[in-house]
């Protein structure tokens, strides 16, 4: 058995995480064990290896924080899920390793055919452009969205999930290499960063300026974004990809009345109850299944791969998520 391990934090994402051997461990009652299927690498486990994301485990610590697995051993007591059982992995449990020990209880049944590598990116990005399109703005079939970071894993599923709710969507990216990914996933409107962002936005919809807006550059980004809103509409940043504080400007703060507000996944599920958590997993689960919401991979590693696949998923102009298959054969 193995694991993705890391001792320290530094600049080199990849420098300090290594794969290790570990025991077979001996469940206790009300446990099972999980042989883990795939697990992805996000922005926000880059951010943890360097120590500046907002949430850090104790060290030594072992990477991931989502993946999927599926049920291989009970412990006494456990009745479900079965042995065989494809589940979701619990957050943050360490999900880069060849096998996880957790809590009977704690885990949620997913489809045993749907694609493992799509079921495993389901903790963090989908319910987090889920919850961008409906927890700011109540927002009509018809309406425009306009994001940045649009070819982002976040990006692909607000514009899959914008369209089977009827919204429209402006896709922002920072080099023209990635339009052509991000409308294959159905955007409505791609464009390229610019001073001159606002303009070719108006043009695009007809006039028509969003209500909403989601962030995830920061710095300069943030204000060209807010420009393109109507008065009285709302910005959300969850992320800043350019390492930069959001910049935006008294027009667009005090003369537009727009609102800035952020957004981060782990207080949401520090704060929704058990009933609105199964409620965005069902729907996401049930997407994925049914073959309605993806995303791309760019490509996969084993955990003996793991510095090359931090790495890779540290990299800029990649398209798709960056894959742990640690059991693969």
């Not at 400007?249 to 609105?276: H, M, T």
Request: hydrophobic share 45%.
């Amino acid at each position: 058995m193995l694991k993705a391990q890391y001792n320290a934090r530094g600049p080199v994402p990849e420098a300090s995480i290594e794969a290790v051997s570990f025991e077979k461990p001996v469940l206790d009652s009300g446990q099972v064990l999980i042989e883990v299927l795939a697990a992805p690498i996000n922005p926000s486990d880059v951010l943890t290896l360097t120590g500046e994301y907002g949430m850090l485990p104790p060290l030594p610590a072992v990477g991931g924080n989502e993946g999927v697995g599926r049920v291989v051993e009970q412990g006494a007591g456990v009745d479900a899920p079965a042995v065989g059982q494809t589940v979701l992995l619990p957050v943050g449990c360490g999900t880069w390793a060849s096998h996880v020990v957790a809590s009977a209880g704690e885990l949620v049944p997913l489809p045993n055919d749907a694609d493992p590598q799509q079921l495993a990116m389901m903790t963090v990005n989908p319910p987090t452009a889920s919850l961008l399109l409906s927890e700011f703005v109540d927002l009509a079939a018809g309406d425009w969205v306009i994001q940045n970071a649009a070819n982002s894993g976040v990006g692909g599923y607000l514009i899959q999930l914008a369209r089977l709710r009827g919204y429209k969507t402006v896709n922002v990216v920072r080099r023209e290499s990635a339009v052509a990914a991000v409308e294959a996933e159905g955007a409505d409107v791609v464009l390229v960063d610019g001073d001159d962002l606002r303009q070719r936005v108006l043009e695009a919809t007809g006039g028509e300026m969003p209500r909403l807006a989601i962030d995830a550059v920061g710095g300069a980004a943030t204000d060209r974004i807010a420009a393109c809103l109507g008065e009285g509409g709302i910005l959300v940043n969850y992320g800043a990809m350019s390492r930069e504080p959001c910049q935006i400007a008294p027009l667009n703060l005090v003369f537009k009345d727009i609102q800035v507000k952020g957004f981060w996944l782990a207080r949401w599920f520090q704060q929704a109850s058990a009933e609105q958590k199964m409620k965005v997993f069902g729907e996401v689960a049930g997407l994925i299944a049914a073959g309605k919401l993806h995303a791309r991979v760019a490509a996969s590693f084993s955990l003996e791969q793991i510095k090359e696949a931090v790495a890779a998923a540290a990299a800029g102009e990649r398209e798709g998520k960056v894959m742990v298959v640690p059991n693969r054969s």
